[in-house]
C-alpha cells in the first residue's frame, strides 16, 4: 500500500500538472469503486468542475473541485481517493482519437513517458477522468480494492475514517513533545506497532517503519516503557529524515506503486533493511533477520539496532 511519501509525490505532481483543468467528463469499468453514488450520479455531480488544488491527509488523496458552472462558487466537493493496495493515478496529455474514445480509450501522444505507460503494471485502467485541454487523469488498479468518494468539501474531514487518523507524520502538529505524548500512553507496547498505527500516527508504513527503526537505532520488538528520551528524540528525528528522503527520492516502488508518469519512485534503492533479510547489513555486515510484528514483517539489524 502506498505510504506517505508515495501520496506525497502524487499530490506534488497533481498540483504541478492539473490544478486549474476543468472536469469535462468521467468513465468506469468498475463503479464498486465509487462509494454513496451511482455512476450517472457521480458524473454528473463533478462534470464542469475546476480542479482547485489537490491535498493530503495521511496516506489519503484529496482533490478539491469548484462549485461547478451553475453554483456560482458555491457547493464546493471534494474527491477523495484512497489507492489501497495497488491503485496509482496516471496524467496523461492526449491525442483525440474517435475509435478509442467510444471504447472509452485515448490514445497517447509520444513522449518520454509513453514508455512507462505501456508498462504492465499501469494498463489496469478502470476510471478515467477527462479533463480540458486534452488531458486525462487515470487509475490503474490491478486488484480493484481501492476507493472514490465524492463530497462536500466542507464535509470531507468529518468522514468516519478521517476523522479517526492521527497526527499526520510531517504536520506541523507532530512535534517531539507530541510525539512523546503519544507514546506514554502506550508504554507497555512494542515500539514497532505504534509507530504503525493510523489512529496515532499517519502515514507511515511497513516499509518506513523498518527504516525508520534502523535510522534511529531502535529495533522494532522494543517496549516503548524502555526507550530512554533519548532513543525517543532519535526516532522522533529518523521519521523526518527518511520520510524526507523518500518524498525527494519519488517514494518506494515495492510493489505496483507508480508515480503520475508511471514511472516508479527511487527510494528502494536506498532501503537498508527493508526486505534484506539474509543479505549483509550495509553498516556492519550482520545479517538482516526478519520478525513478524503486528501480523507485518518487520526487518532490523541485531547489531546496529538495540
Given amino acids: 500500500m502506498p505510504e506517505l511519501p508515495e501520496v506525497q509525490t502524487i499530490i506534488n505532481d497533481l498540483n504541478k500538472k492539473i490544478k486549474g483543468d476543468t472536469i469535462i467528463g468521467f468513465w468506469s469499468d468498475w463503479p464498486k469503486a465509487i462509494k454513496g453514488k451511482t455512476l450517472e450520479s457521480f458524473k454528473k455531480e463533478i462534470k464542469g468542475r475546476k480542479i482547485l488544488g489537490s491535498r493530503r491527509i495521511g496516506k489519503n488523496i484529496f482533490i478539491d473541485l469548484s462549485g461547478g458552472p451553475l453554483h456560482s462558487g458555491r457547493g464546493k466537493k471534494t474527491l477523495y481517493i484512497h489507492l489501497k493496495m495497488t491503485g496509482h493515478l496516471l496524467i496523461k496529455s492526449q491525442i483525440p482519437n474517435s475509435k478509442a474514445q467510444t471504447k472509452h480509450k485515448i490514445q497517447n501522444t509520444k513522449s518520454k513517458t509513453s514508455d512507462y505507460f505501456s508498462d504492465k503494471v499501469n494498463s489496469y485502467i478502470h476510471h478515467i477522468w477527462y479533463l480540458g485541454k486534452n488531458k486525462t487523469m487515470e487509475f490503474s488498479d490491478v486488484r480493484k480494492f481501492a476507493k472514490i468518494v465524492l463530497d462536500d468539501t466542507q464535509k470531507i474531514n468529518n468522514l468516519p475514517e478521517i476523522k479517526k487518523l492521527g497526527v499526520d507524520a510531517m504536520s506541523r502538529e507532530f512535534t517531539l513533545k507530541k510525539f512523546a505524548e503519544i507514546l506514554e500512553k502506550r508504554k507497555n507496547r512494542p515500539i514497532g506497532i505504534v509507530l504503525m498505527e493510523q489512529e496515532l500516527i499517519s502515514g507511515i508504513g511497513n516499509i518506513y517503519r ?3 527503526l534502523f535510522e534511529a537505532g531502535v529495533a522494532p520488538m522494543r517496549h516503548i516503557k524502555n526507550l530512554s528520551d533519548e532513543e525517543i528524540k532519535k526516532i522522533y528525528q529518523a521519521i523526518r529524515k527518511v520520510l524526507t528522503k523518500a518524498i525527494k527520492l519519488r517514494g518506494t516502488s515495492d510493489s505496483d506503486y507508480r508515480d ?6 527511487n527510494f528502494q534503492k536506498v532501503l537498508k533493511v527493508y526486505r534484506r533479510a539474509g543479505k549483509k547489513c550495509k553498516k556492519c555486515d550482520t545479517i538482516i ?7 507485518r514483517s518487520a526487518f532490523f539489524c541485531p547489531k546496529c539496532q538495540a
Avoid: V
Fill in 210 to 212: 523498518s527504516e525508520i
Fill in 289 to 295: 533477520k526478519r520478525m513478524t510484528l503486528g501480523q
Fill in 260 to 265: 503520475t508518469a508511471g514511472a516508479p519512485g
